[in-house]
């Protein structure tokens, strides 16, 4: 099946400092989805991107769709230790199929 | 409180022992669907519908059964469970397809020996 390349697969950080993942992929998508996922619970959405060359923001949270509308890319700044989890990307192939990415399971040492 | 609900929440069953895990969401949602996550994997689509009678195949089929009879329920049959469907399931809602957020529940864990 199809999988989006997520990286980092998984990053160990000092609270206060800035976080970047992103998402490459082979094929081109019409929206770009951010999700965190908490332990023991499923995904929850944090942004949404639609139009490539789109820059979004949510808080410390910011993205952006690729010109090539083929990536993605994830930036939190000042993390804090609520960050800890595990972030994955999704495309959106067509209206109703998701591609997700492999996840970056994010850390952060008080 | 607009919510999915899953059951079972875990599961463990031998293999080829049927079984279904339910879906249900209280939002009026017309697209629901189905994921797996595995370790390293991350999330795959199983299947997902796009209203009542509606559904597709999403990136990983084989194994699987789906059926969309009412708009609130979406369950998830494994007529034959085997070993590799050992997994952690989640079902998802959103209003629509597309560029609508999608709803997580929080999962059913398998096991199949």
């Known amino acids: 099946g199809q999988q989006l390349n997520q990286s980092p697969q998984s990053m160990f950080i000092q609270e206060g400092e800035d976080v970047s993942m992103n998402c490459t992929s082979s094929s081109i998508f019409n929206t770009w989805l951010w999700y965190k996922q908490d332990p023991g619970e499923g995904p929850v959405l944090l942004i949404a991107l639609y139009k490539a060359g789109e820059l979004t923001s949510n808080g410390r949270l910011t993205a952006q769709f690729g010109i090539t509308r083929k990536d993605s890319f994830l930036n939190i700044s000042a993390s804090i230790p609520s960050d800890v989890g595990i972030y994955f990307c999704?495309?959106?192939?067509?209206?109703?199929?998701?591609?997700f990415g492999t996840g970056t399971r994010l850390k952060v040492l008080a | 409180e607009a919510q999915v609900t899953q059951n079972p929440r875990y599961l463990i069953t031998v293999t080829g022992k049927k079984l279904t895990v339910t879906c249900s969401q209280n939002?009026?949602?017309?697209?629901m669907s189905w994921y797996r996550q595995d370790p390293g994997l991350g999330l795959r689509q199983i299947y997902y519908s796009m209203n009542v009678e509606v559904t597709d195949k999403g990136d990983v089929p084989e194994g699987y059964k789906v059926s969309r009879k009412e708009k609130r329920n979406f369950p998830l049959i494994l007529e034959s469970p085997s070993p590799n469907q050992t997994s952690l399931y989640f079902c998802a809602s959103s209003l629509t397809g597309g560029q609508y957020e999608q709803y997580f529940g929080p999962g059913t864990r398998l096991t199949v020996t």
């Open positions: 999704a495309g959106l192939l067509g209206a109703y199929k998701y591609i």
């Open positions: 939002m009026n949602h017309e697209y």
